[in-house]
């Protein structure tokens, strides 16, 4: 199984930065994508931003050049740095890797219990 654990959410201003971490722990063997989600309240979840075991990435067009994801050199964890955050953006945020259990052939997407992000106008 794996386990996933966001944390560094909270209230900011708008305007201002959070950086959110997010690790996860179990019988890994592999993780080939790790990313952030978010949902705010009566709205779907959406994509974020995603990050590759070799680095590559991905966002949304509405938090390029705002937001930034990197990994750590074990690929365990995961961080969200957002920068300039609107009030829009208030949203519970979410964790997500796609990874293979020790002893299983195939990747599974798991998800942490999420972090929330409260943006202050």
């Known amino acids: 199984q794996v386990q996933l654990v966001e944390s560094g959410g909270g209230l900011v201003q708008a305007g201002g930065s959070l950086r959110l971490s997010c690790v996860a722990s179990?019988?890994?063997?592999?993780?080939?994508?790790m990313g952030w989600y978010r949902q705010a309240p009566g709205k779907q979840r959406e994509l974020v931003a995603t990050?590759?075991?070799?680095?590559?990435?991905n966002y949304a067009d509405s938090v390029k050049g705002r937001f930034t994801t990197s990994r750590d050199s074990a690929g365990n964890t995961v961080y969200l740095q957002m920068n300039s955050l609107r009030p829009e953006e208030t949203a519970g945020y979410y964790c997500?890797?796609?990874?293979?259990?020790?002893?299983?052939?195939?990747?599974?997407?798991?998800w942490g219990l999420g972090t929330h992000v409260t943006v202050a106008s």
């Open positions: 997500n890797a796609v990874a293979t259990a020790s002893g299983a052939s195939v990747q599974y997407g798991y």
């Open positions: 990050i590759t075991s070799g680095g590559s990435t």
């Open positions: 179990g019988s890994i063997s592999s993780i080939k994508t």
